[in-house]
């Protein structure tokens, strides 16, 4: 069962209405637009969850016509939608999209657009809503802003529309660059007009973390210094780079994952209760957290670059042999840190790190391992599988939550192992998880910016890496560590742990 309509435990769960708005897509025809933005606008079309009034436009440099764009898109969506598609709710979405083609520098561009927008604020009789979604590569997006500054575009037709601008990632690929783009940013258009995307931010698991510490009473309590002994957040994936070398060999695995998505998972654990969940309140909090870290030194972070191996039973090629890698490439395809949050609650306990592509399998997680008792009872042989109690959040895939528990194995004697409670999406609620894009997508067109990165945000990430990618560049003749393709990756990983501490396996 996959319609929220038809789940008994999501009857009753509020749906804001969101004001009649046109979605204007730079860079529709790109990858992000076709596999995420495209199924997820289908998805939300076919809960009902579009406003009464919605409108398309897509924006990209090949001259093509609107039939050709709504084609494509029809294409892409029946192609990565999480739902099959209904054809009649596919055609209704589709009925009217137009195309604007043009270079994203050519101020003719914003004519045709400003043309277009205001064709369809005259068809629905009111001004609507504009949402500017920036799914372009990075240079683009100061060039796009100006533009629509220039254009008149940052302010509504009317008071009664508002403009809102989505920005993807990366946002900068230094401290530097991120203060310069928000400086241009924030030239044009108003803090509350953007929206930066994490995607994390938009995974139903991810805000779990919050329901989840601020919710129960039976956590907080215990999630501090005094009763948590280490924490591992992990974000390793099975796939290589795929076709992506142009991106990935300036990015690494460091910016590409860890400076954005980890730290987030990073800041929800570990923030404050807010006030309440209103953007500023939350954000407030996550700025916090970061501000309490430190950029890491250099015993305290690893990198490292994949080899041949097998994954998925298959013979796969090494990082440097992959298309487009230069040969003597240095860019880390695996980061690994250590990092401490500095504050009253936190100060001491190890924070571990690690992300990387070509590992031994998809997993995001967060393990939680609490200290072990003060004290055994239960003699040698009972007390020999007396594990300290781990809480563990997965994001994906099991979505879900485990907690670890000493159980008495049955039988006459004092024996003790492991066993887990655990929750799991997939069964709690009958019900699919949303696509991240779906939620980003409609908090986006409703003007919620609690699950988007705000801007002393962005900058508070970029301190903490910033040293890091400063270090490994300056540095670049020194080889990063290797794993074989497939693996649980780099040895040297273990040298980040501090006291008897272990790798969970991937
Ligand atoms: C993106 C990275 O931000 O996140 C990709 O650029 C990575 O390299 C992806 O594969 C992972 O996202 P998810 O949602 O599949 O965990």
């Known amino acids: 069962m996959d319609d929220e309509t038809e789940n008994p435990l999501t009857k009753g769960l509020e749906r804001l209405p969101v004001h009649p708005t046109t979605l204007v897509i730079f860079g529709c025809t790109g990858d992000l637009s076709k596999r995420k933005l495209l199924p997820a606008l289908y998805n939300l079309a076919h809960e009902g969850a579009l406003p009464e009034r919605f409108e398309l436009i897509g924006v990209s440099r090949r001259e093509k016509g609107h039939d050709d764009f709504a084609a494509e898109a029809d294409e892409a969506i029946r192609a990565h939608s999480r739902r099959e598609v209904d054809d009649k709710v596919l055609a209704a979405l589709l009925a009217d999209v137009k195309y604007v083609p043009g270079v994203f520098s050519d101020p003719s561009v914003y004519a045709d657009l400003k043309g277009q ?14 949402c500017f979604y920036l799914s372009t590569a990075p240079e683009f997006f100061p060039v796009i802003v100006q533009q629509l500054g220039d254009a ?9 529309a508002e403009v809102r601008v989505v920005i993807e990632k990366p ?16 030239a044009q258009l108003d803090e509350s007009q953007v ?11 991810v805000q779990n973390m919050l329901a989840f510490r601020f919710a129960n009473s039976l956590f907080e309590p215990l999630f501090n210094r005094n009763y948590i002994d280490n924490v591992q957040i992990t974000a390793s994936e099975d796939l290589g780079i795929g076709t992506r070398a142009g991106y990935y060999d300036h990015a690494g695995a460091l910016r590409d994952l860890a400076q954005n998505h980890m730290l987030q998972l ?3 654990l570990c923030m404050e209760p807010p006030v309440d969940f209103s953007a500023d309140e939350v954000r407030g909090e996550k700025v916090k957290v970061l501000h309490a870290i430190s950029p890491p030194e250099a015993d305290a972070v690893l990198r490292a670059q994949y080899t041949e191996g097998t994954s998925g039973g298959e013979d796969v090629p090494g990082y440097l042999q992959e298309a487009d890698v230069p040969a003597d490439s240095v860019t880390e395809t695996y980061a690994a840190l250590r990092l401490h949050v ?39 042989a ?13 994001m994906q895939p099991n979505e879900g939550v485990s907690i670890s528990l000493g159980a008495k194995i049955p039988g006459n004697s004092m024996r003790i192992r492991p066993v887990n409670m655990e929750f799991l999406y997939g069964t709690a609620f009958m019900s699919q998880s949303p696509e991240a894009y779906e939620r980003l997508i409609m908090d986006a067109m409703r003007g919620d ?37 497939g693996s649980q990756g780099p040895a040297e990983a273990d040298d980040l742990l501090l006291s008897d501490h272990v790798w969970r396996a991937i």
């Open 152 to 160: 008149g575009l940052t302010a509504g037709p009317s008071e009664a």
């Open 382 to 394: 009972g007390s020999v599988g007396v594990q300290p109690n781990q809480l563990i959040l997965t």
């Open 266 to 268: 990073l800041t929800l």
């Open 449 to 485: 910016a609690t699950l988007f990165t705000r801007n002393d945000e962005v900058e508070a990430q970029w301190r903490i890496m910033d040293p890091v990618v400063q270090m490994w560049s300056d540095n670049r003749r020194v080889k990063p560590a290797t794993y074989a393709a």
């Open 342 to 380: 500095d504050n009253w609650r936190w100060a001491g306990v190890p924070f571990y790190l690690r992300t990387g592509k070509r590992l031994a399998r998809k997993v995001t997680e967060i393990a939680v391992t609490m200290k072990p008792v003060p004290h055994l009872a239960f003699g040698e």
């Open 117 to 130: 927008l205001e064709a369809f604020d005259e068809a629905a009789g009111q001004p609507l809503n504009r």
């Open 195 to 205: 929206f930066r995307i994490d995607h994390y931010l938009g995974k139903e698991t």
């Open 171 to 186: 946002f900068g690929t230094t401290l530097a660059e991120a203060k310069q783009l928000n400086r241009d940013v924030l």
